[in-house]
C-alpha cells in the first residue's frame, strides 16, 4: 500500500481561491443571516476549509436597513461601549442603531461570530455591509446568494 497517496492537504494564501458573494438581507432573522455570512466569510462552506487561514470568500450584504430581529429585541436589547473614561459606559438598543448607522446592526452580529484573533480582525475585512439595494463592488463580478439554501 503506498502511504503517499494519502495526503492531508492544508491550504495557504497562495492556493486560496476567494470569490465575492452578494446577500440580500431583506426580510432576514439577524443571527441567522449573521451565522451564514460568518461562516462564508470564514470559509466552512469550501472543502479545502483550514482553520488558521483566511481560505473565505468576500461577502457583500445588501439593504442592511430591512434585517429583522424576533421578539421584543427590536426595543428591549442593549448594546454596550465605553469611552473608557469613569462613567463613560453607553447604551443603544437596536431601534436607535438601526435609525443611525443600520450597517452597524449587521456588522456587529457578525464580527462577534468570527475569531477574536488577528486572523478574525482580517476575516472581518472580507465584510462589505451596504444600506439599499445598489453597491460599489460591481466590477468583482460577485455572485448573487441565496441564504436559505446554506445549511
Not at 438598543?93 to 452597524?104: M, S, W
Not at 478574525?120 to 460577485?142: C, I, M, T, W
Amino acid at each position: 500500500m503506498d502511504t503517499l497517496s494519502y495526503k492531508t492537504v492544508s491550504a495557504n494564501s497562495a492556493t486560496v481561491t476567494k470569490e465575492w458573494i452578494v446577500v440580500d438581507a431583506e426580510g432576514q432573522i439577524l443571527g441567522r443571516l449573521a451565522s451564514k455570512v460568518a461562516q462564508i466569510i470564514r470559509g466552512k462552506h469550501k472543502v479545502n476549509y483550514t482553520p488558521h487561514v483566511d481560505c473565505g470568500d468576500n461577502v457583500i450584504v445588501i439593504n442592511a436597513e430591512k434585517v429583522v430581529l424576533t421578539g421584543k429585541k427590536m426595543a428591549d436589547k442593549q448594546y454596550v461601549r465605553h469611552s473608557g473614561y469613569p462613567g463613560g459606559q453607553r447604551f443603544q438598543n437596536p431601534e436607535q442603531v438601526l435609525a443611525k448607522y443600520p450597517e452597524r446592526l449587521v456588522e456587529r452580529a457578525v464580527k462577534g461570530m468570527l475569531p477574536k484573533s488577528k486572523l478574525g480582525s482580517d476575516l472581518f475585512r472580507n465584510l462589505k455591509v451596504v444600506v439599499g439595494p445598489e453597491h460599489k463592488y460591481e466590477a468583482q463580478k460577485p455572485k448573487v446568494i441565496d441564504l436559505n439554501s446554506i445549511k
